[in-house]
């Protein structure tokens, strides 16, 4: 079984900054990408931002130059540190891992979401 922790969520003003954290745990032999997707009411899962064993990202447009990812590869946890925040940032984030388990499988895993609403 592997599990996906994410924490760090919660209320923020506009301009504000959030750092989220994802612990992934379990029968994981190895990790190949993390990412961060979210998802608003009423509209689908969109990738936010993901990074590879070897440290290369991607950012979706939308938050460039405002969002960084990053990851700690002993620790099977991966960051996402959240800076000039906008309400249309208002979401529930999900962690995201693709990875290959002890048993050999690869398949991705989800975390349960985490809340972050962006508001006056």
């Known amino acids: 079984q592997v599990q996906l922790v994410e924490s760090g969520g919660g209320l923020v003003q506009p301009g504000g900054s959030l750092r989220l954290s994802c612990a992934a745990s379990g029968s994981i032999f190895r990790i190949n990408v993390m990412g961060w997707y979210r998802q608003a009411p009423g509209k689908q899962r969109d990738l936010v931002a993901a990074?590879?064993?070897?440290?290369?990202?991607n950012y979706a447009d939308s938050v460039k130059g405002r969002f960084t990812i990053s990851r700690d590869n002993a620790k099977n946890t991966v960051y996402l540190q959240m800076n000039s925040l906008k309400p249309e940032d208002t979401a529930v984030y999900y962690c995201n891992a693709n990875l290959i388990t002890t048993a050999g499988t690869t398949a991705d895993y989800w975390g349960q979401g985490t809340q972050v609403t962006v508001s006056s």
């Open positions: 990074i590879t064993r070897g440290y290369f990202t």
